[in-house]
């Protein structure tokens, strides 16, 4: 694999054997704090050709909607941030 930057590391040409096994060390590894891991790659059978995994903040659900493939973050995230904006007149 190859670290594109701090932390961010790609491999174009990962089997799914090998993804499966990062995947799972990565869960086992993953303590819950202010951070997050996106793991991405190329399927064919999906919308956009792309399947997405996450683990962390802020969380998120993956949906499709006419062929794309959207992020949606729970509503209580949207109500703390406009009732901390509301307050700060």
Same mark, same amino acid.
């Given at each position: 694999m190859? !670290?594109?930057g701090p932390g961010v590391y790609t491999s174009p040409?990962?089997?799914?054997?090998?993804? !499966?096994?990062?995947?799972n060390v990565l869960t086992e590894w993953f303590q819950l704090s202010d951070s997050s891991i996106?793991?991405?790659w &190329?399927?064919?059978?999906?919308p956009g050709g792309q399947a997405?995994? &996450?683990?962390?903040?802020?969380?998120?659900d993956l949906v499709e909607?006419?062929?794309?493939?959207?992020?949606?973050?729970?509503?209580?995230?949207?109500?703390n941030r406009d009732s901390v904006e509301d307050t700060s007149d």
């Open positions: 190859l !670290e594109v040409s990962m089997s799914v054997a090998v993804r !499966e096994r990062v995947w996106v793991m991405v &190329t399927d064919n059978q999906l997405v995994r &996450t683990l962390g903040v802020p969380p998120i909607l006419d062929g794309i493939v959207l992020a949606r973050r729970d509503g209580q995230d949207r109500a």
